[in-house]
């Protein structure tokens, strides 16, 4: 029940090229053509049938409506998590985060693949960009369509998806943004290849390329650039991930890929270093219900992580992009938990966010950009040194400290709960060298689970 919305978008898959025709969709016979297109580009052959539908805007809106609300996602709810999301410089103040998402993505989107579901959704009024001649607007359907079966064939072959249909409270953004990176990418490669004629990995920066023009259009220029990069990342460093992938070893190392995805968007973002060096993020432990019962006065709202991608991303808005490039490389987990204040007209939020990095260094280039960061962000003058420092003035008021290979950052704390707050949070910290031994167990346990799984889902075919 507590979970960002950028979840929920998680829980479809966005095409976004250019518009869509009014009424133009495909027939069975071409759906059929369509997904024999798909098994020639993949090699792959579809296990079940994939129903593809059409919905109206406004359909699709109270479509997106449901699904947020399925996730716990209500009016109320959003307006707690984009004050988290302000407190992190994400939105501006008072951002009405509920009415932007569902704009955003209604106005965005042509076409959806439904993972609860697993049918096809095509916007069959979506509007069609001016000047686009008829021949051009049925490529953009038929691929469209192509890219979402794409997404079905991943999805009936390799599982991938389970991890964005677990409950809300057993996902993490960081792993689902990785998840959802590798899925995108697949779809999209296989889209452009489609519409180009040749494999799209041998054109270089067509992610990027495709993104840009993306963010031109009204709907998505419309809102605050964190939200633009959680719809488009997906597609821009998913797209270059699976192009690595495909030149390294062509689809079997996509498809190995999508057997054992990427856990973070770390590994997305380093292929090489962390993906295949299988450096797999710390779990980090916030007890929200012993923090609730030291913290009358304030009632916890959600926790989740911010991961490389949005470590960085909230560096870069405060301190040069170099430096927020280097502090938030060498990330090796993280996790937020945001407490609010108790009582109708009281507008107090405490943010606890704590990092783990993988060396000394990393940790010591975060710590300095986090206080740098909040020095700017709130105009705090302050010579203070040490590997604790309380940042404040009017404007707001901040704790960070280091220890070990963590950084611990306390946000919008009264000055009387500090040292319980901390001494609470670092009473679930264990040193790394520990945590790393967990870490290789909890992956032997996941992947005995998964194979156990898998022997389930074998047995199910066979009764069919
Ligand atoms: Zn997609």
Redesign the pocket.
């Given at each position: 029940m507590k979970k960002t919305l950028i979840l929920t978008l998680f829980a479809i898959?966005?095409?976004l090229l250019f518009g869509f025709l009014t009424g133009l969709l495909a027939d069975d016979d071409k759906i059929e053509s369509l997904k024999k297109e798909v098994e020639k580009l993949r090699g792959l052959k579809f296990k079940k049938d994939v129903p593809v539908k059409n919905m109206k805007k406004k359909e699709f809106r109270e479509f997106l409506i449901k699904l947020m609300h399925e996730d716990g996602i209500t009016k109320e709810k959003a307006r707690d998590i984009a004050r988290i999301g302000v407190k992190f410089g994400f939105y501006p103040e008072s951002f009405d985060l509920y009415n932007a998402t569902l704009n955003l993505i209604s106005g965005a989107v042509q076409g959806?693949?439904d993972f609860k579901s697993k049918q096809i959704f095509m916007i069959s009024d979506a509007e069609l960009p001016a000047n686009l001649p008829k021949a051009m607007a049925q490529v953009e359907i038929d691929s469209t369509i192509l890219?979402?079966l794409?997404?079905a064939l991943d999805d009936q072959l390799f599982n991938i998806a389970d991890y964005l249909r677990k409950d809300p409270d057993d996902r993490k953004a960081d792993r689902a943004m990785a998840v959802m990176a590798i899925?995108?990418g697949s779809?999209?490669d296989a889209q452009l290849t489609w519409v180009l004629g040749q494999p799209s990995h041998l054109i270089p920066g067509l992610g990027k390329m495709i993104c840009d023009g993306q963010k031109k259009r009204p709907a998505i220029s419309a809102v605050p650039e964190a939200m633009q990069i959680e719809l488009l990342w997906r597609?821009e460093g998913g797209i270059d991930f699976v192009h690595r992938l495909l030149k390294k070893g062509g689809q079997k190392e996509l498809e190995k890929a999508l057997k054992d995805p990427p856990v973070s968007t770390e590994q997305v973002l380093h292929i090489d270093e962390k993906y295949y060096k299988e450096d797999e993020p710390i779990e980090i432990k916030i007890d929200e219900k012993k923090l609730g019962e030291l913290l009358p006065e304030w009632e916890f709202v959600q926790k989740d992580n911010l991961g490389e991608l949005f470590t960085d991303f909230f560096l870069k808005q405060y301190v040069d992009e170099k430096k927020a490039t280097e502090a938030s490389e060498g990330w090796d987990g993280d996790l937020y938990a945001a407490f609010k204040e108790k009582g109708e007209k009281k507008k107090g939020m405490i943010l606890i966010w704590l990092t783990v990095w993988d060396s000394e260094k990393d940790r010591n280039e975060f710590f300095n950009a986090y206080k740098q960061a909040v020095m700017q962000k709130c105009e705090i003058k302050s010579e203070a040194e040490g590997d604790s420092v309380t940042l404040k003035n009017d404007k707001g008021i901040f704790h960070v400290e280091r220890k070990g290979h963590y950084v611990l950052c306390i946000d919008g704390f009264p000055d009387k709960l500090l040292d319980t707050i901390k001494k609470q949070v670092w009473s679930n910290v264990k040193e790394k060298s520990e945590d790393k031994g967990e870490k290789e167990s909890d992956k032997k346990e996941e992947n005995e689970k998964k194979d156990e799984g898998e022997k389930e889902d074998e047995g199910g075919e066979d009764e069919k």
């Open positions: 898959s966005v095409v959806f693949y890219h979402e794409n997404h899925l995108e779809a999209l597609y």
